[in-house]
């Protein structure tokens, strides 16, 4: 079974520059998560697909942040304008339904200068 | 307010020493719970979960972690350490309908 595949792996920008980022969860999930995971910290939820629909976006930064699922299947993340503190690991993770164990890809590292 | 806490930020143990790495939760009802790994450069690799029954749970890699309601825990434990067990582990929380919170993660070194 592949895993959650994520693209791309570094990138490395200027502040108040645009960035996307992608995912494609594992086949047959329904429920698709984006996560930031700030250096020397847990993974924080950004937001919660359940196939195209959000469920929940209560810790997305919305006025830079925006995140789609296009046809329940891949999701791109992207930030516009980019900040310093945007610096983190992004992480993509699917399940096969809410509730259930969580699969994580690689992680997209961002680095702001 | 719903957290888990990972009170130890680094631990180092030999290797073939026992392992105990730290997990404490506040939730108003008995949540799932899971303990993930993560190499450097990776993502998370689950190791276990508990979400009801035997409070006792098998992993993989020989880890297992035991649910203690009297003391809102969920400690993950291996008997005997190996070097590639070097990783930082997550323990993470989850109320039914709600999202998954994670710990701020514990760093294993191994020492040969």
């Known amino acids: 079974e592949a895993g959650v595949a994520q693209s791309p792996r570094y990138k490395i920008i200027e502040k108040r520059q645009s960035v996307a980022f992608w995912c494609n969860p594992i086949?047959?999930?329904?429920?698709l998560y984006w996560y930031q995971q700030i250096l020397g910290q847990g993974p924080k939820l950004l937001i919660q697909?359940?196939?195209?629909?959000?469920?929940?976006d209560s810790q997305l930064p919305k006025d830079r942040f925006s995140a789609e699922r296009l046809k329940g299947v891949d999701s791109t993340l992207k930030i516009q304008p980019a900040k310093l503190e945007d610096s983190a690991v992004y992480l993509c993770?699917?399940?096969?339904?809410?509730?259930?164990?969580?699969?994580f890809g690689d992680g997209t590292r961002l680095s702001i200068l | 307010a719903q957290s888990v806490t990972q009170p130890d930020i680094h631990i180092t143990v030999s290797e073939g020493a026992s392992l105990e790495l730290r997990c404490n939760y506040s939730?108003?009802?008995?949540?799932?719970l899971f303990w993930y790994v993560q190499s450097p450069g990776q993502g998370l690799q689950l190791l276990l979960k508990y979400f009801s029954g035997d409070t006792l749970v098998q992993g993989i890699k020989g880890f297992e972690a035991e649910f203690k309601r009297s003391q809102s825990s969920f400690n993950l434990r291996k008997p005997s350490v190996h070097w590639s067990d070097a990783a930082e582990y997550f323990c993470a929380g989850m109320e039914y309908g709600n999202k998954l919170v994670f710990g701020a993660g514990t760093i294993l070194r191994v020492k040969s």
């Open positions: 939730y108003g009802a008995t949540p799932y």
């Open positions: 697909f359940q196939n195209n629909g959000v469920v929940d």
């Open positions: 993770a699917s399940s096969v339904d809410r509730d259930k164990p969580q699969h």
């Open positions: 086949s047959g999930h329904a429920t």
